[in-house]
């Protein structure tokens, strides 16, 4: 089955860095590579929502929220996924998910971001 596995979720002051990681388990690596990877969160009481894309040529794109402050990165032989964040705010507290562009894939269990002010 593949899976996504997030990790590296943290209680961080505002101000301060995390970088997560999610490994796609299950895939193979001619599926993994050409498929354009995302990271999505979702805030308490709020929709889940897109954050960053990685395409298969590492073209990125940001939502407007984040634009600057975070990095979203791909390591094709690890069939990972990785978002550096840099200058958290409280407004990013939320569980954050990794899945293709289009969330074709299973939802994975996520990691828990916290950023107090």
Do not use: H
């Amino acid at each position: 089955q593949v899976q996504p596995v997030e990790s590296g979720g943290d209680l961080v002051q505002a101000g301060g860095s995390l970088r997560v990681a999610c490994r796609v388990r299950g895939i193979i690596t001619s599926v993994f590579n050409p498929k354009t990877m995302a990271w999505f969160r979702q805030a308490p009481g709020k929709q889940r929502e897109l954050v960053a894309t990685i395409t298969r040529t590492s073209s990125t794109n940001y939502a407007d929220s984040v634009k600057g402050r975070f990095t979203i990165s791909r390591d094709n032989a690890r069939k990972s996924v990785f978002l550096q964040m840099n200058s958290l705010k409280p407004e990013d507290t939320g569980v954050y998910y990794c899945n293709g562009e289009n969330q074709e894939l299973s939802w994975g269990q996520g990691t828990q971001v916290t950023v107090s002010s």
